[in-house]
């Protein structure tokens, strides 16, 4: 079932860690079929050295397993509410990456200082707020969910596809897994250049016709950058 969307995900747990954003088990991906609404996931806690494409797990939007052999990763209840929540989104990948995770770490968004930056996120990397104790003793990963969506309530997902969960770590997401990895990579990236900025001295923002250029030319129906499609 679904073997094409199994070797995606695999190959996108396996970029993580090429791309150095996840050691031990750390760090998971996840994709959504399109046809069928089924959620493909890494299984939790195994080792990426030994992992295979059939070891991971589908999943109904309702989280029951449709296929597998192992449990399906425990962050698996707030990938499965950001779906029921965000039609768009097709990959979400959750990581421990240092820079991100020290931002998160801090309880502070991620400022737009530059165009890197803008090129990626039309605004501020957000940063939720801390969960309570009850939502941290009862449900808490459908919790860390709602904290998502209701820190990204006015706020497209696509146009910023990334949160840090307060004092946990980065959640970023995209139109597939691929793109989802490709997200955490630039986020972490991204992460890293503000923290050196800040240190630096520089607090202020970019200004904010710079950051819209650069996001517009990139994302939109006036996007130029690239060669386009044939």
Known sequence: MLDNLKSEV?????????????????GNVSARDKNSGLIVIKPSGVNYKSMKPDDMVVLDPDGNVVEGKFKPSTDAPTHLLLYRTWASVGGIVHTHSSFATAWAQAGKGIPPFGTTHADHYFGEVPCTRSLTDNEIAIDYEINTGKIIIERMADIDPLSVPSVLVNSHGPFCWGTDAADAVYTAVSLEEIAKMAFYTVLLGQNQPVNSSLLDKHFRRKHGKGAYYGQGKS
């Open 10 to 26: 695999f190959k996108a747990n396996l970029d993580l860690v090429s791309n150095g954003l996840v050691i031990h088990t750390w």
